[in-house]
């Protein structure tokens, strides 16, 4: 079992930038891919970032290239997703989450966070 938390969510202004963290509690936090995904509201759940296990591999959305920055340290338990020039189209509920495979279908993913509301004023 993991529990995943995350935080440093909250208002920024287009341009701006935001980094959330979220912790893993549990075991084996190294085994596990990591993911973040988004959700804005009337819209499905969408993968945003991945990172492999040992973070020699990550994936991005094409929205979020150049822009959105996932690292991991496995030996704090944590997963980062750094968000730099940040549009009004990123707003959203982000998650993160595990999964013992890496992958970017949040099916695949097996424990999820809270999420964190990421609002962003024009």
């Known amino acids: 079992q993991v529990q995943l938390v995350e935080s440093g969510g909250g208002l920024v202004q287009t341009g701006g930038s935001l980094r959330l963290s979220c912790v893993a509690s549990?075991?084996?936090?190294?085994?596990?891919?990591m993911g973040w995904f988004r959700q804005a509201p009337g819209k499905e759940r969408e993968f945003v970032v991945g990172?492999?296990?040992?973070?020699?591999?990550?994936a991005y959305a094409d929205s979020v290239k150049g822009r959105f920055t996932i690292s991991r340290d496995n030996a704090k338990n944590t997963v980062y997703l750094q968000m730099n020039s940040l549009k009004p189209e990123d707003a959203a509920v982000y998650y993160c989450a595990a999964s013992l495979t890496y992958s970017v279908t949040p099916t695949n993913y097996i424990y999820w966070g809270q999420g964190n509301q990421v609002p962003v004023s024009s």
């Open positions: 549990g075991r084996a936090f190294s085994s596990y891919a």
């Open positions: 990172i492999s296990s040992s973070a020699v591999y990550t």
